[in-house]
């Protein structure tokens, strides 16, 4: 049965509130899904009859046992784009597969695995080199501040662990409230490697920027 965490908590990913090893870590989806509130009143005369389209992506951050980001990729440039932090150790949007291939993101759910996710990223824990310590989860609201969107308006927010089985491990949820008004930006978790096996920590910690490379420089 999966465990529900709360904000703060850790868990072993591979066992069970027995602990007992039950869980496949060949293959992780990390899941992450939300809805937006809907807005009535004063909100709802700013945004008319319907909301603007809410846009939230899910990033990782990669880090070694100092806990930054080593490799920061390479700048390209596409369709007269220039493109930073491509093929590195942040896996987003612009540069969705790590180069080891035991990372990556899918973007919107298209399979029937993990019904429910918004956006997945994907994670071999079992193959990933041992450089790799910490993997941190994060979502951004693009254009969050431009177009006043914030954590304030989103609710039913979560993230979970299923493993290459299609079993829940845990799920962590945080909905919105007055606290995330003017939040664009969230530090969901983290999985890091612990006497040679991995555990997921509920971090939940807001910020305020919507661009995810603020974030970064933390662990820089």
Not at 38 to 66: H, M, P, R, S, V
Not at 147 to 166: L, S, T, Y
Not at 185 to 214: C, L, Q
Request: net charge neutral; charged share 25%.
């Amino acid at each position: 049965m999966a465990i529900n965490l709360q904000k703060g908590q850790t868990i072993n990913l591979r066992k069970n509130d027995r602990g007992e090893s039950i869980y496949d870590l060949s293959k992780v989806t990390i899941g992450l899904g939300w809805d937006v509130r809907k807005q009535g009143g004063f909100f709802g005369k700013i945004f008319g009859k319907e909301a603007a389209e809410y846009d939230l992506d899910a990033i990782a951050f990669l880090l070694d046992a100092n806990g930054k980001v080593v490799n920061k990729g390479k700048s390209i440039t596409s369709n007269g784009r220039q493109i930073r932090l491509y093929q590195g150790d942040v896996v987003y949007f612009n540069s969705m597969q790590h180069p080891s291939g035991h990372v990556w993101l899918t973007g919107d759910n298209r399979t029937g695995a993990g019904d429910g996710d918004d956006e997945q990223i994907i994670v071999k824990l079992d193959q990933l080199d041992e450089k790799y310590q910490k993997i941190v989860f994060i979502v951004s609201i693009y254009q969050g501040t431009k177009n006043n969107q914030h954590f304030g308006m989103i609710e039913n927010a979560f993230i979970r662990a299923v493993d290459a089985k299609g079993k829940e491990i845990t799920k962590f949820s945080l909905s919105g409230d007055a606290s995330m008004n003017g939040k664009c930006s969230m530090v969901f978790a983290e999985a890091y490697r612990h006497n040679g096996d991995w555990k997921f920590r509920a971090i939940g910690e807001p910020h305020t920027t919507d661009n995810f490379v603020d974030i970064l420089k933390k662990y820089s």
